[in-house]
């Protein structure tokens, strides 16, 4: 491969980093601070930046110092135009190394970097940086560097602003130093959607109709989420009127509902729940999961039939002969709603009713291997465990035989 298809695949990869980094956030050029300050022999100064902007997650600063007559050769924010990216600096030395100035003089200085107005007039006053979150204790002419949020404890308070302090090391001679400093803006914070503010959102929604139905609702509501991060700022959202909220809380739930999966999962999970319920003896909460799924109108004839089964163990019978007559029209062919039906009937003194049915399918199977005598002596025996007594039980299983 010759130099030239090198340079033109260099130049693809490059452009295509870019066009991913711009999407993720911007150097703001126009809260830079380019600040010029004079600090007198053996002294000490204090520089504060101008306000960073909401989303702003690092900083690049850089720190020059000039004899008399020299001048910058370029600005801090012309070179960052070719590091469009902040990770360019915080990689590795390579990036900060690149973004130093070009020229200096021959005086040193060194300085600390505070995080409040306090805290660097107490330095000020009394040279101290126990206090500072950033410190260069050896003496330079020129330093760059990048502090991040998740390192620098200055950049975490979210202050809006950083103090620079700097003490001359120049026992004769005013020292002549440039401060600039670039704030990194992350686009997605800058909208107001900080961690806590996603986590409030997030919590917020977990407490809603849709979410309690799920077992695990963590994506459902991240999908909410996405959705008022990029409609709304968070400020913007928190203005709303609480039944604006309620309502974009709603509307985005259905859509998140209807453009997934979720749906079926839900309810299958909900079925799940209420099986390991009624094994465990828990009918009441059982019952409870299955009327979401009859309410919201998702009910199969199985689901009709687990209701009116778990009706039948808790000894109301009515509503069991209710919700197993609803499954019947869904399926008439289902043997075990058949069977239910039956035993409701039996147990609430409908024995004429009870009968009918018993006789009717008592040559067929409930399943691939068992058979509706069977399984009624089952159910019977499950009912007397559970204290459910008829006196027609024996009568039933003679006219079987």
Not at 200 to 214: E, R
Not at 306 to 327: D, H, M, P, R, V
């Amino acid at each position: 491969m010759n130099t030239t298809k090198v340079l033109f695949l260099l130049l693809i990869t490059l452009a295509f980093q870019v066009s991913l980094a711009q999407k993720d956030g911007y150097w703001d050029k126009t809260r830079a601070t380019v600040q010029e300050v004079t600090v007198s022999a053996r002294n000490r100064i204090v520089v504060k930046t101008q306000d960073f902007p909401e989303g702003t997650t690092e900083v690049v600063f850089r720190i020059t110092l000039l004899d008399k007559n020299q001048q910058m050769a370029s600005s801090l924010v012309s070179v960052l135009k070719a590091i469009p990216d902040h990770t360019g600096i915080s990689q590795g030395s390579a990036g900060a190394v690149f973004i130093l100035s070009k020229i200096s003089g021959e005086d040193k200085c060194k300085y600390a970097i505070f995080s409040s107005a306090v805290l660097a007039a107490q330095y000020k006053e009394d040279g101290k940086t126990e206090n500072a979150c950033f410190v260069q204790d050896t003496p330079v002419s020129k330093d760059a560097k990048l502090l991040s949020d998740d390192k620098i404890s200055c950049m975490k308070s979210n202050s809006g602003n950083l103090w620079f302090g700097f003490e001359s090391k120049n026992w004769i001679m005013n020292q002549k130093i440039v401060l600039e400093v670039v704030p990194w803006v992350d686009n997605k914070l800058s909208r107001g959607w900080t961690t806590e503010n996603r986590k409030y959102i997030i919590d917020q929604c977990k407490t809603s109709n849709l979410a309690q139905k799920m077992a695990n609702s963590d994506d459902f509501c991240v999908c909410v989420l996405d959705k008022i991060q990029s409609k709304y700022k968070f400020k913007e959202f928190q203005k709303l009127l609480a039944v604006e909220r309620a309502k974009a809380f709603k509307d985005f739930g259905v859509s998140c509902f209807s453009e997934s999966n979720l749906s079926t999962a839900i309810y299958e999970d909900l079925r799940k729940q209420a099986a390991l319920l009624s094994k465990e003896g828990k009918i009441g909460e059982a019952i409870t999961k299955l009327m979401v799924v009859i309410n919201d109108g998702k009910a199969t004839a199985l689901d009709y039939n687990s209701i009116g089964s778990n009706y039948i163990l808790t000894k109301q019978y009515g509503k069991a002969i209710k919700f197993l007559k609803e499954g019947e029209k869904l399926d008439d062919t289902e043997l075990l709603i058949k069977l239910n039906l039956a035993h409701a009937y039996l147990l609430n003194d409908n024995y004429s009713s009870a009968k009918v049915i018993y006789k009717e399918y008592e040559a067929q199977n409930v399943s691939d291997n068992l058979s509706w005598s069977e399984k009624i002596k089952q159910d019977f025996e499950t009912f007397k465990k559970l204290g459910i007594q008829n006196k027609d039980f024996d009568r039933v299983l003679k006219f079987l035989k």
